[in-house]
């Protein structure tokens, strides 16, 4: 399991490269702690990722300490989902933690994953 957290100026993953704006994303919320921006291969109408700005792995990576900047996370999906208006019809969160689970970038992210109105997600 990979525990390295990396600072971000160090951080050598996409996600990395997209916090210091080396490469464009196209992004809908941003604050101090947590960015979040449409993916680039979108599983479903709205595919959003919401990433921490400070490095873990993933979510098995997470510490007490943590605690706070997950609830953020949690919190920053629901002002995502507002902001494309999919709060109130629902939406999916999900986290692959390991590869095991299909995570191919090592930086922390949650999919946001909404239909469009009326229609269903399928399930899984
Ligand atoms: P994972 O499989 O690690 O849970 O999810 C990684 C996600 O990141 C995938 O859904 C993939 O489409 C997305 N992704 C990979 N590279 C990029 C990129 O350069 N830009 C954006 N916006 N999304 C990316």
Request: glycine residues 6%; charged residues 25%.
């Amino acid at each position: 399991m990979e525990t390295t957290r990396y600072n971000l100026e160090d951080n050598p993953t996409i996600f990395g490269k997209i916090l210091r704006k080396e490469i464009p994303a196209n992004i809908v919320y941003e604050d101090d702690k947590a960015l979040a921006f449409w993916d680039i291969a979108p599983k479903a109408p709205v595919h959003i990722i919401i990433i921490p700005k400070q490095h873990l792995a993933c979510l098995r990576c997470m510490e007490t300490s943590d605690a706070n900047l997950m609830a953020h996370l949690l919190h920053v999906a629901n002002i995502v989902a507002e902001k494309l208006d999919v709060k109130e019809s629902g939406y999916r969160l999900i986290t692959n933690a390991g590869q095991g689970a299909g995570q191919e970038v090592p930086h922390l992210h949650f999919h946001l994953l909404a239909s469009k109105k009326g229609e269903h997600l399928p399930g899984f």
